[in-house]
């Protein structure tokens, strides 16, 4: 069985530009959560949706937008790229709402030029 | 407030047990985390213990949860090079049950 699977791996942008990161959940999991991880951080919580629905939203500037489709999969866009985006950017999927077992994907690394 | 503490740095040899604490202030959570990352790579659910547990084990890791202290422990059994690694102590917090994580222990194990 599949786990959580994020594309891409890596990615190269330039300051301005858009970004559109992927992430299929484990099946049977309707919960996705997006994270940021900076280089010697914690990961730094961005949304969850839950069954298509924004359920939460962290301190994270409206440049940053996702959604979540039928079938689980999710989109995170973020505009306007500015240097600090550069991050490891990681999807958790979870069985429920409560994330009572969040399993992350290998994430996208985000470097932004 | 939500806030969770971690020593940055443990250094141990191999066969040792490590113990990496961790505190948190959420007195509302309902379950805590340990994850791995090894370096370059996503996170790895380790084990996760519910609040009204003092104790969880899973082969060569052992969960202690203090909640009057807010304070969660990891246990590392028998440590090899193989679990050096950073490790991520979490809650599930707020009314969204984000996760909010430590900075992330560093374990070095030496030969």
């Known amino acids: 069985d599949a786990g959580v699977t994020q594309s891409p791996t890596h990615l190269i942008k330039t300051r301005g530009q858009h970004v559109t990161l992927r992430c299929s959940p484990i099946?049977?999991?309707?919960?996705v959560s997006w994270y940021q991880q900076v280089l010697g951080q914690g990961p730094q919580f961005i949304f969850q949706?839950?069954?298509?629905?924004?359920?939460g939203r962290g301190n994270f500037p409206d440049r940053f937008s996702a959604r979540q489709f039928p079938n689980y999969s999710s989109e995170l866009n973020v505009n306007a790229l500015l240097l600090g985006d550069s991050a490891l950017y990681l999807c958790?999927?979870?069985?429920?709402?409560?994330?009572?077992?969040?399993?992350f994907g290998q994430g996208t690394r985000l470097t932004v030029v | 407030g939500e806030d969770v503490e971690q020593s940055l740095f443990l250094s141990v040899r191999e066969g040792d047990s490590s113990v990496i604490n961790c505190t948190y202030t959420d007195s509302s959570s309902t379950y805590l985390y340990w994850y791995k990352q090894e370096p370059g790579a996503g996170l790895q659910l380790l084990t996760y213990i519910f609040s009204n547990m003092d104790m969880k084990q899973d082969q060569r890791l052992t969960v202690l949860l203090n909640k009057k202290d807010k304070h969660l422990s990891l246990r590392i059994a028998d440590t090899q090079t193989g679990d050096s690694a950073i490790y991520f102590c979490?809650?599930?917090?707020?009314?969204?049950?984000?996760?909010?994580w430590g900075l992330g222990t560093s374990l070095a194990v030496n030969p």
């Open positions: 949706y839950y069954e298509k629905e924004e359920r």
């Open positions: 979490a809650e599930n917090a707020g009314n969204n049950r984000k996760l909010i």
């Open positions: 958790a999927s979870s069985p429920n709402l409560m994330n009572t077992e969040a399993f």
């Open positions: 099946s049977g999991h309707k919960s």
